[in-house]
């Protein structure tokens, strides 16, 4: 027999007393940490960083796949992944931290993953840069 799911509070609310929810729980499974050790590494090792997943992860078709910037710009603009990955490439090592690091200390505490300090984690990211795209499609 399986119990049912009855914690089903909504993304924000405020949680009184140290006890970790279902719906917490439920976060855990799906998300993970960084093993504070991999910190001796200049970059984090390839799945050892953090994540954190709010929503469905969408299945995308690189083909049918397009970036539109649009709105008030003075010229809207729709690039396929083909003419992205055609452009000039940049990497560079970030080090990224959850906002939410060290929210599980909080009282009350937002219903969220309760990470302690292990929400961090150092990659190098390889892409075309944003504010040159932009700029080459504005003259």
Same mark, same amino acid.
């Given at each position: 027999?399986? =119990?049912?799911?009855? =914690?089903?509070?909504?993304?924000?609310?405020?949680? #009184?007393?140290?006890? $970790?929810?279902?719906? #917490?729980?439920?976060?855990?499974?799906?998300?993970?940490?960084? +093993?504070?050790?991999?910190? &001796?590494?200049? $970059?984090?090792? @390839?799945?050892?960083?953090?994540?954190?997943?709010?929503? =469905?992860? +969408?299945?995308? =078709?690189? @083909?049918?796949?397009? *970036?539109?910037?649009?709105?008030?710009? &003075?010229?809207?603009?729709?690039?396929? *992944?083909?003419?992205?990955?055609?452009?000039?490439?940049?990497? @560079?090592?970030?080090?990224?931290?959850?906002? %939410?690091?060290?929210?599980?200390?909080?009282?009350?505490?937002?219903?969220?993953?309760?990470?302690?300090?292990?929400?961090?984690?150092?990659?190098?990211?390889? %892409?075309?840069?944003?504010?040159?795209?932009?700029?080459?499609?504005?003259?």
């Amino acid at each position: 027999m399986t =119990d049912r799911v009855t =914690d089903s509070l909504s993304a924000g609310t405020l949680i #009184e007393g140290p006890e $970790i929810t279902q719906s #917490e729980l439920q976060l855990a499974v799906r998300n993970h940490s960084m +093993p504070l050790e991999a910190l &001796r590494n200049a $970059i984090t090792p @390839i799945g050892l960083h953090y994540v954190l997943t709010h929503f =469905d992860i +969408p299945a995308v =078709d690189p @083909i049918d796949w397009a *970036l539109t910037v649009g709105g008030r710009v &003075r010229h809207p603009l729709r690039l396929n *992944l083909e003419h992205l990955k055609a452009r000039p490439s940049t990497t @560079i090592t970030v080090t990224l931290e959850c906002a %939410g690091n060290g929210r599980a200390r909080l009282s009350p505490r937002p219903l969220s993953q309760p990470w302690l300090v292990e929400a961090v984690g150092t990659a190098e990211w390889t %892409g075309t840069l944003l504010r040159p795209l932009l700029c080459s499609h504005t003259q």
